[in-house]
Structures are given as structure tokens and as C-alpha cells.
């Protein structure tokens, strides 16, 4: 079956789902957005903004690179062999690849889903050799620069038996104006494969923001996520997926999300527990500003004997008018699990602000560091020098803040 009977398979899937609402998060009314190809001719200009979510426009300590503006692709490359970085339409060039497409996410899920099935132009496709450890990022780069534009890129990554990745994706809008971003990710992690991932985001106030992601991971295989998100924005709503298929299997899901001026944000992460002696955590950091709204879900679900699954669900509020709910959900079909979950949040400790003060810092500074005390968490198994980068822009975050 090549890719237009594919299509033509799923198309009548997505139509029927135009109109179907995702379950969480502010429903947007597509109608008002545009799925066009976009004019956002390259990146000229956005030097600044993509640095800010760890993009190298040099590519040093990088094996590869894929830039895409709107709905464009304007650079991709791979650096080192056993590893293939490639616009998606190229990729399904080769109908093996098709084995991968649409196959974690249903293009019916909601009506997000089915707009970036039926206005989908291109997206990134990286795949590693069994085998071969890749051992610097590959970055991925997605700016939106078109006013009322839906950017919809429809990525796929998959990681061989035994081998290593870490991606690290940086989305960003360069204008104002109202527009919607609807990322598809689908990542495979084969037997004893290990894929590290990290969103950063930077977004706008006027921007809706959709991603939707699932990952399958196979036997001894280990799926790390990263996402990060700092900046003003309309609304997000987003509800990743691990599928943990494989036994022994591993994943570590991690959100540090700040709700700044109005911000609606719905936000996340879902482990299935689908093998014997898998494990996985959600750990989440939620700042409320403003008056800014946001919801942090996590959810597990222990479908197999000897598994153990953890949910950290922390906020902290900053701000009389902001709001943060945080929403954990265990549930297990065997008897032989072990889930757990813990969930606060509060303001800043008056007594620990007393005790900072009290040895000569002032009520800003002393803020700012229980501030980034609050946001430390590991960083887990990302290279020592992104590592110190991200570590860096939490620093940043801190000192910015207003009190």
C-alpha cells in the first residue's frame, strides 16, 4: 500500500472528526484559522528568539538538524551515519515508513488531530539504526511566522534495538498575532532502545497551542520527556501518551510550566503500564502568574503484573488573581501494582522568606530563590552541557520574575 491509499483509507476517519472536541482545554473554533502552506520564507530574523529554546544555528555539539517555518521545511541534515534526520514527505517516499504513519495516534482522536491529518505538508522523520548511539542532539526547530496560520507538523521518530537519541525541539512564534500550532508526534522505541526528548517552547499571547503525542516503547526500552514552557500564551492544551509495551520497560515524563499573564493552560501526561515490570513517573512544576489559569493531569494506569508507577504534581502560586488545579489519577486492573502519587499546591513559606531575609538577602532575591529551589528537578539523561543550558534558563526564570 503506497501513501495516497493511506490517505484515502483514513480520510473519511478525520472528516467525520472536524467537529469532535477534545475532552480537556479551551475548544477553538477551527474555522477562523487557515491551513495554508504559509509565506514564512526562512529563519532570517529569529536568530534570538530560537537560541532562547536551544536551537544552534551553528550545530555544534549536533548530529542533525531540521528547521521548518509555517508549514515549509528550509534546512535539514544529518551529521554521522546509522542516523537519518528528513522531511516527512520524503521519508514516506520509502513505503516502509508508512508502517509508521498515523499508527500511535489516531487521526480521529479530536478535531486537531483530523485538521493536521487533512491540511498535512510536512513535518520531521528521524530514525536510528539498531545499534548506533547517537551521542549530541539532534534539534528540531518549528517557528510559526504567518498570522492565522494552523502549522501542523507531523513528526515521527523512531530508535532502533539498542540504540540512543536525544531530540531536542524548539517551538516558537515570531508575531502576535492569533494563530494555531498543532504538532503530531509519533515515537517508537524499540527493544533496549533509549530516546531522551526535549520541547522548549516559546509562544505568544495570541497563539493556541495543540500538540499531540504518543510513545510506544518496547521491551527494556526507556523514554525520557522534557517539555518546558515559559512564555505568555492564549491557550495550550496538551495530553502526551506513553505506552509502556515492552517488559522492564521506562519512562520519565516532565513538565515545568509557568502561567504568565492570561494564559489558559490544560496540560498533562498519561502512562500506560502495559508490560510486565514496567515503570514510569510524572513529575510536574506549575507557577502561577497573573491571572493565568492552568490544570496539571497526570494519569496511570497498571495493566500488568509487577508494575510501579509514581505521580509528582507540584504548584506554586504567585499571584491572587492565578489559579493552578492539579489533577493526578491512579488506576490499576492487577492486583500486583504499586502506584503512588503525591500533589500540593501553595504559596511561598512566609517562614522560609523570614529565614532568607534574615541573612541579608532582600525579599526579591529571597523569593527568586525559593522560586528556583521549587524548580529543581533532575534533568534526566540529557548531555552535561544541555543539561547546564536548561539549567541556565530556570536560573533566568527566577531572577525575571515580579513580585
Known amino acids: 500500500m503506497n501513501l495516497e491509499e493511506t490517505r484515502k483509507i483514513l480520510k473519511p476517519r478525520a472528516e467525520d472528526a472536524l467537529k469532535k472536541p477534545?475532552?480537556?482545554?479551551?475548544?477553538?473554533?477551527?474555522?477562523?484559522?487557515?491551513?495554508?502552506t504559509g509565506f514564512g520564507a526562512?529563519?532570517?530574523?529569529?536568530?534570538?528568539?530560537?537560541?532562547?529554546?536551544?536551537?544552534?544555528?551553528?550545530?555544534?555539539?549536533?548530529?542533525?538538524?531540521y528547521y521548518q517555518v509555517d508549514n515549509r521545511v528550509v534546512y535539514s541534515s544529518a551529521k554521522r551515519s546509522g542516523l537519518t534526520v528528513k522531511p516527512l514527505s520524503e521519508a514516506l517516499e520509502?513505503?516502509?515508513?508508512?508502517?509508521?504513519?498515523?499508527?500511535?495516534?489516531?487521526?480521529?482522536?479530536?478535531?486537531?488531530?483530523?485538521?493536521?491529518?487533512?491540511?498535512e505538508k510536512e513535518g520531521y522523520f528521524i530514525k536510528v539504526d539498531e545499534g548506533v548511539n547517537v551521542d549530541t542532539p539532534v534539534q528540531a526547530c518549528l517557528l510559526l511566522r504567518t498570522p492565522g496560520l494552523i502549522q501542523a507538523p507531523h513528526n515521527i521518530v523512531i530508535v532502533g534495538e539498542n540504540s540512543k537519541l536525544h531530540v531536542i525541539t524548539?517551538?516558537?512564534?515570531?508575531?502576535?498575532?492569533?494563530?494555531?500550532?498543532?504538532?503530531?508526534?509519533?515515537?517508537?522505541?524499540?527493544?533496549?532502545?533509549?530516546?531522551?526528548?526535549?520541547?522548549?517552547?516559546?509562544?505568544?499571547k495570541a497563539i493556541h497551542v495543540r500538540p499531540r503525542t504518543v510513545a510506544h516503547i518496547e521491551e527494556g526500552g526507556v523514554f525520557i520527556s522534557h517539555y518546558i514552557n515559559?512564555?505568555?500564551?492564549?491557550?495550550?492544551?496538551?495530553?502526551?501518551?506513553?505506552?509502556?509495551?515492552?517488559?522492564?520497560?521506562?519512562?520519565?515524563?516532565?513538565?515545568?510550566?509557568?502561567?504568565?499573564?492570561?494564559?489558559?493552560?490544560?496540560?498533562?501526561?498519561v502512562l500506560e503500564l502495559s508490560a510486565p515490570s514496567s515503570s514510569g513517573e510524572i513529575l510536574s512544576r506549575t507557577i502561577g502568574l497573573d491571572n493565568s489559569v492552568t490544570v496539571a493531569r497526570a494519569r496511570i494506569v497498571g495493566n500488568a503484573p509487577g508494575v510501579k508507577g509514581h505521580v509528582e504534581c507540584k504548584g506554586l502560586l504567585l499571584s491572587n488573581e492565578s489559579r493552578i488545579d492539579a489533577v493526578p489519577e491512579l488506576e490499576a486492573r492487577m492486583q500486583d501494582v504499586q502506584l503512588t502519587h503525591e500533589a500540593a499546591i501553595g504559596r511561598i513559606a512566609e517562614e522560609e522568606l523570614i529565614y532568607l531575609m534574615a541573612r541579608g538577602f532582600s525579599e526579591e532575591e529571597a523569593k527568586s530563590i525559593i522560586v528556583r529551589g521549587f524548580l529543581s528537578v533532575e534533568l534526566t539523561g540529557l548531555p552535561e552541557n544541555l543539561a547546564k543550558y536548561l539549567e541556565n534558563i530556570l536560573d533566568s526564570l527566577a531572577a525575571l520574575i515580579k513580585f
Open 230 to 269: 515559559t512564555s505568555p500564551v492564549s491557550s495550550l492544551q496538551t495530553y502526551p501518551v506513553a505506552n509502556l509495551k515492552g517488559k522492564e520497560s521506562r519512562a520519565h515524563l516532565l513538565s515545568i510550566i509557568m502561567g504568565r499573564e492570561s494564559s489558559q493552560i490544560d496540560i498533562g501526561s
Open 22 to 36: 477534545a475532552p480537556y482545554g479551551l475548544d477553538l473554533d477551527l474555522s477562523v484559522f487557515k491551513l495554508e
Open 42 to 65: 526562512g529563519i532570517e530574523g529569529s536568530e534570538r528568539i530560537l537560541e532562547s529554546v536551544g536551537i544552534d544555528l551553528m550545530e555544534r555539539n549536533r548530529s542533525g538538524s
Open 170 to 204: 524548539g517551538c516558537a512564534a515570531m508575531r502576535e498575532e492569533a494563530g494555531l500550532h498543532i504538532g503530531i508526534s509519533e515515537f517508537y522505541v524499540k527493544k533496549g532502545g533509549t530516546l531522551t526528548f526535549t520541547m522548549i517552547h516559546s509562544w505568544g
Open 94 to 119: 520509502d513505503s516502509e515508513n508508512l508502517y509508521y504513519y498515523w499508527k500511535a495516534i489516531p487521526v480521529d482522536t479530536d478535531k486537531y488531530t483530523a485538521a493536521a491529518f487533512l491540511g
